[in-house]
């Protein structure tokens, strides 16, 4: 299911909810999250919204061959089976070596996919 499908469900979900029956800080806080979801599913439809948040920046160490990088962060993401909107890069060190690592949340478990040592060969 895309992110978008996810917000839609949310959407859904928040508006089946029988608000009369609660107290009237339940009501805002419910108002608040409806206004959210749905201002997030409509920044997942419009094509500009995520596209600009799903690239990741070029980290100066690779900017002489930011073509490389972006195919590493690609196959990264192609790799772990997950949307760019989901994973989040960082950097992890490994006998004094730093390498990048693409992080996502699956439950309670944190998943890691290998992208690219910090200091390109």
Known sequence: MSDEDYAHQALSAL??????????ECRD??????AAVDELAVLL???SGV???DSVDTPEEWADDE????EKVADAYEQAEIPR???????K????????YLQWREGDKVKSQYVAPVKPA
């Not at 060190?93 to 990048?100: A, F, G, L, M, P």
């Open 29 to 34: 806080a419910h108002e608040d999250a409806v």
């Open 51 to 53: 596209d600009d948040q």
């Open 15 to 24: 508006e089946r909810i029988d608000v009369e029956a609660l107290e009237q």
């Open 93 to 100: 060190t490994i006998d004094d070596r730093e390498y990048y």
């Open 67 to 70: 073509d490389d990088w972006d």
């Open 45 to 47: 439809e419009s094509d």
């Open 85 to 91: 909107s989901k994973g989040t890069l960082t950097v």
